[in-house]
Each structure stands twice: as C-alpha cells, then as structure tokens.
Nanobody, 129 residues
Framework: QVQLVESGGGLVQAGGSLRLSCLAS????????MGWFRQAPGKEREFVSA????????YYADSVKGRFAIWRDNAKNTLYLQMNSLKPEDTAVYYC??????????????????????WGKGTLVTVSS
C-alpha cells in the first residue's frame, strides 16, 4: 500500500522560507512522478508543482514560479519543496502526491491532478503578514 507522509509545515512570516518533505513508501516499482498540491481555507485544491521520476522534468504553477523549487532524492524515497519569499496567500494545507508506476514516471500534463493517484494527509503552512 502506497503511503506518503509530509513534514516541514509550520508558521512563518511573510518573506520567509520553509522546506517541505514527503517520504514515500509502498510503490511496486520506483518509476513514478510526484507532486505538491495545496488547499487554502474555503478554496479548492490547486496544483503547485510536479516532478518526473528522473527529476529531469518539472512543472510549477505560475503563482509559485521563481519562488518554489521541487526536487527528489530517489535513494531516500523523498520529495522536497523549497518555498522562498513566502506570501500570506501561500497559506494552505500542502499535500504530497504520487502517480502510479504504470505510467513510467513521466508527468501526465493535461490529466486531472497531473495524473496523481496517491495522496498524503497534508501539512499546514501558515504565512503571517
């Protein structure tokens, strides 16, 4: 059974930084894309960033481009999201997500939720003004 466990959320002032981590386990094979999504209070879940299995392809929402960076350490089965220059509008629960290895590890651009099938329980990021 696939499990995704996020960590690293917390309270930070505007302009500050946080690094989120996501430990993955239970995939039948190692080739799967991963991503980060977020849901702010009263809003729908939205895409933040995604990364292919190799790390060679990454995508970012326009709202975080230039401020956030995604990468993964496959040896540690861990996904990261470095968030810099945080704004109050970045306040949300951040969810780690992963695709199924069936798709070979590429990011399924155009698919619902970029094709992610597995979800963590989320970690809260609060940015104060």
């Amino acid at each position: 059974q696939v499990q995704l466990v996020e960590s690293g959320g917390g309270l930070v002032q505007a302009g500050g930084s946080l690094r989120l981590s996501c430990l993955a386990s239970g995939h039948s094979s190692p080739n799967y894309a991963m991503g980060w999504f977020r849901q702010a209070p009263g809003k729908e879940r939205e895409f933040v960033s995604a990364i292919s299995w190799s790390g060679g392809s990454t995508y970012y929402a326009d709202s975080v481009k230039g401020r956030f960076a995604i990468w993964r350490d496959n040896a540690k089965n861990t996904l990261y999201l470095q968030m810099n220059s945080l704004k109050p509008e970045d306040t949300a629960v951040y969810y780690c997500a992963a695709d199924d290895p069936t798709w070979g590890g590429s990011i399924r651009v155009g698919a619902k939720d970029y094709g992610m099938n597995y979800w963590g329980k989320g970690t809260l990021v609060t940015v104060s003004s």
